[in-house]
């Protein structure tokens, strides 16, 4: 069966609980319980948004988040936030190096954190020139949205690995 593409306004699309949104497609066709996943988590945020049923098998594909209605594109996002919850770095205390390991004190949207980084070139990763993400030892997933919009100090301790 070819999976369908939701785009515009071919589905309404409402949230069910933390995860899990209701699909009802303008042509008649039901999906319930499916959970919206990005097919690519770094690069594609608000594109090609998979919807997997209980068996994680794949049942329609949203092309862009943005074109749906409003309703339906809130219900998605809400869903995504809530899976792929990374706090945003907002501010940094301290980047120390000891032993090749990075330790990182930093302020978060969900409070200060301090965190370790054992592989410098495999755990932090700038995307598009401005964007960080950063993987601590305990595979938590940390996230600095512009680098540009941190405050002078902060942007001076990542010096190096910008």
């Not at 770094?42 to 919807?51: A, E, F, Q, V």
């Not at 809130?74 to 190096?97: G, R």
């Not at 330790?103 to 700038?126: A, C, P, Q, S």
């Amino acid at each position: 069966m070819k999976v369908p593409y939701i785009e515009g306004d071919n589905a309404k699309i409402t949230r069910v609980d933390l995860t899990h949104v209701d699909v009802v497609m303008f042509n008649g066709q039901k999906f319930e319980n499916v959970e919206p996943r990005r097919l690519f988590p770094i690069s594609g945020l608000r594109k090609y948004i998979t919807l997997l049923d209980a068996e994680e098998k794949e049942v329609a594909i949203i092309r862009k988040l943005d074109s749906l209605m409003e309703d339906s594109k809130k219900a998605v996002e809400d869903c995504l936030n809530e899976y792929y919850l990374v706090p945003k770095i907002i501010k940094v205390y301290e980047v120390k190096e000891i032993s090749g390991n990075i330790n990182m004190h930093v302020l978060t949207n969900k409070g200060e954190r301090k965190f370790e980084i054992w592989h410098r070139y495999n755990d932090i990763k700038i995307i598009h020139g401005t964007r960080m993400l950063f993987r601590d030892i305990a595979d938590n997933r940390y996230e600095i949205e512009d680098i540009d919009k941190l405050d002078k100090s902060s942007r001076v301790k990542l010096g190096t690995f910008i």
